[in-house]
């Protein structure tokens, strides 16, 4: 069984700074790609950003230049810096990461349970 836990979202106002961890646990052999999705109201869900194991993050448009993704391979986690925030931002966010549970087991996508970040104007 694995498990992703997020934590750090809640209420900002627009210009501040949001960090958000995720962490994996469980019955993990290898992890390949993690990252966050975000899903606002009314919104498909859409990539913020992600990293593959010893690779760079790669960000989607509306996150360049502003958020940051760094991962932890020794512990399984996977943060997210926000910074300079807006009111487009506010949405649910979710980790995910690409799991392997055994050496001979197909890659699944695990998702965090999602945490809101509001950012109001």
């Known amino acids: 069984q694995v498990q992703l836990v997020e934590s750090g979202g809640g209420l900002v106002e627009a210009g501040g700074s949001l960090r958000l961890s995720c962490a994996a646990s469980g019955k993990i052999y290898s992890i390949y790609g993690m990252g966050w999705y975000r899903q606002a109201p009314g919104k498909q869900r859409e990539l913020v950003g992600d990293?593959?194991?010893?690779?760079?993050?790669d960000y989607a448009d509306s996150a360049k230049g502003r958020f940051g993704i760094t991962r932890d391979n020794a512990k399984n986690t996977v943060d997210l810096q926000m910074n300079s925030l807006k009111p487009e931002d506010t949405a649910v966010y979710y980790c995910f990461a690409e799991i392997n549970t055994g050496w001979d087991s197909p890659t699944s996508v695990y998702w965090g349970q999602g945490t809101q970040v509001t950012v109001s104007s």
């Open positions: 990293i593959r194991s010893g690779g760079h993050p």
